[in-house]
């Protein structure tokens, strides 16, 4: 059965599990030269882990039957999904959907007129799974990553709430 609830501290390492095995499992095809760049692997690590012990009040986690299979973070008052992610062993058996229920009804609960999340734009699971629940392409930008010294592309989506 599939639950959510606030993230505690105890969830750190889970949540940084759960990071990394969705990163992983998709960002190899997404960017394939990232395996070639060692400093990047260990720039993603740092990352997680400063996600995980800095955000997790912020942070919501979706369990299967008690186990945390995804989370997914929205800072109060921003009309923003600013986290999304699945561990890859649960992809595809609701979390993601959970999730961005609960931000788009916290989101128009707080008065914004519309919410917004990025993904990468090969990203093509996480896109339909946006579009599904209603979002739209908005525009492309690109990002630096300093790990792989390079732009990766994104692409913002909007869906309106009124």
């Not at 008052?77 to 986290?83: D, F, L, M, R, S």
């Not at 707080?110 to 579009?131: D, F, K, S, V």
Request: glycine fraction near 10%; hydrophobic fraction near 40%.
């Amino acid at each position: 059965m599939l639950t959510l609830r606030p993230a505690t501290e105890n969830d750190i390492l889970a949540i940084r599990a759960i990071s990394d095995s969705a990163y992983w499992s998709n960002f190899h095809w997404l960017e394939p030269d990232a395996w070639d760049h060692p400093a990047y692997r260990g720039l993603v690590v740092e990352m997680h882990e400063r996600e995980a012990g800095d955000f997790w009040p912020d942070i919501t986690i979706a369990d299967f039957d008690g186990l945390p299979g995804g989370w997914g973070a929205r800072f109060t008052g921003k009309n923003e999904i600013a986290e999304m992610w699945v561990h890859e062993d649960f992809q595809g058996k609701g979390a993601g959907s959970a999730l961005i229920r609960k931000y788009l009804s916290d989101i128009a609960e707080e008065g914004h007129p519309e919410a917004w999340i990025e993904t990468h734009l090969r990203n093509e699971g996480a896109t339909r799974l946006y579009q599904r629940m209603g979002f739209a392409p908005d525009h492309e930008i690109l990002r630096f990553s300093k790990g792989l010294g390079r732009d990766i592309p994104l692409v913002r989506m909007r869906q309106s709430l009124r």
